[in-house]
């Protein structure tokens, strides 16, 4: 590798978000490096970023990046202090392409040889099962697909679907004590977290939530006595 641009540790790049496994990565979570609760899955059709179109788009296949820090985007692994990796030595492979002033290499394995959750789930496991079936009351492609029409029915689906999907998280909790952390890893995003940009915002009624559209301000609301 062309070390011409040595990684000077700034912690810019771990801080924009946490890598994309691919099968090269494999043995890292089979030996226990990374834990399956430290993963976020994006499920397939689902609003991701891009790094090489800089935007926000539907991603084409099922992705499983390490989680951010709190509400960031920061790698889980990135130490704030020192801008270090606590898992340097097995880091994924990914994180060893990142150079920030010479990104190729990295852009051109986005969307590549990805890991999968079936990658990292016994076959017999019944947890299978049960992502199976959030994956048909909830498919990420469909979410994202309502999520830009404009008709009444589009809205009543959506709050079909996102309760669906809570529904599935808690049964499945109640039933297996699953923690949180690793609920995003089965199951991805809670959908009611995925309308940034979308002009729906998610109100919560008597203990319930329910989507409904933006109200947006009267121009003359603002308008000058
Ligand atoms: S795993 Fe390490 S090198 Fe990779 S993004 Fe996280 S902190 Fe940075």
């Not at 990142?98 to 959750?117: K, S």
């Not at 309760?163 to 599935?168: G, N, P």
Request: hydrophobic share 35%.
């Amino acid at each position: 590798m062309n070390n011409s641009n040595p990684c000077r540790q700034c912690g810019v790049c771990c801080k924009k978000g946490g890598p994309a496994l691919n099968r090269d990565d494999l043995d890292l979570v089979r030996q226990g490096y990374i834990r399956h609760d430290q993963l976020l899955t994006i499920r397939q059709g689902e609003m991701g970023y891009n790094p090489a179109s800089e935007r926000l788009e539907p991603v084409p296949v099922e992705l499983l990046k390490i989680r951010g820090q709190g509400n960031s985007w920061t790698c889980l692994f990135l130490t704030e202090e020192s801008n270090g990796c606590t898992i340097y030595a097995h880091r994924p492979s990914t994180c060893r392409l990142l150079q920030c002033r010479q990104p190729e290499p990295l852009l051109a394995t986005i969307y590549r040889n990805t890991l999968r959750r079936a990658d990292l789930i016994n076959p017999g496991d019944p947890i299978l099962a049960e992502i199976e079936r959030h994956e048909l009351a909830c498919p990420g492609q469909l979410f994202t697909g309502l999520l830009a029409e404009t008709a009444e029915d589009a809205l009543s689906r959506l709050n079909e679907m996102v309760r669906a999907d809570l529904a599935i998280r808690a049964e499945v909790a109640q039933k297996t004590g699953i923690s949180l952390e690793l609920e995003f890893f089965l199951f991805g995003r809670p959908l009611f977290k995925q309308l940034a940009g979308s002009g729906i915002e998610c109100v919560e009624e008597n203990g319930k939530i329910r989507l409904q559209r933006r109200i947006l301000p009267s121009p003359a609301s603002g308008r000058r006595e």
